[in-house]
């Protein structure tokens, strides 16, 4: 069972930078791949990023150029860095958690952190 936690939402200008965090706990964190994901309310679930155990990282399109995912296994830590925000990035997101190798669809991830909030003001 692997717990996840996410911090580093808040209130971001449009332009600026944001770093969210996923801490694990109760499991081999180096055996596993890390998502993030975000959602606004009454939308789907939306890939923007993963990293998987060996540190290959993916980025949804919409992320690419703007966004950085990176893991410290030292550490059982996940860090997004996204920057140059913009209003449409304001969701909650989410971290999770699954064996291995990456994914993009929130379904083949087995474990959630509980999300943390951001929102871009414009």
């Known amino acids: 069972q692997v717990q996840l936690v996410e911090s580093g939402g808040g209130l971001v200008q449009a332009g600026g930078s944001a770093r969210l965090s996923c801490a694990a706990s109760?499991?081999?964190?180096?055996?596993?791949?890390i998502g993030w994901f975000r959602q606004v309310r009454g939308k789907e679930r939306e890939f923007v990023s993963a990293?998987?155990?060996?540190?290959?990282?993916y980025y949804a399109d919409s992320m690419k150029g703007r966004a950085t995912i990176f893991r410290d296994n030292a550490k059982n830590t996940v860090s997004l860095q996204m920057n140059t925000m913009k209003p449409e990035d304001t969701a909650v997101y989410y971290c999770?958690?699954?064996?291995?190798?990456?994914?993009?669809?929130?379904?083949?991830?087995?474990?959630w952190g509980q999300g943390t909030e951001v929102t871009v003001s414009s």
């Open positions: 999770a958690a699954k064996p291995l190798t990456a994914a993009s669809r929130a379904n083949d991830y087995r474990y």
């Open positions: 990293i998987n155990w060996r540190g290959g990282t």
């Open positions: 109760g499991g081999t964190f180096r055996d596993y791949a």
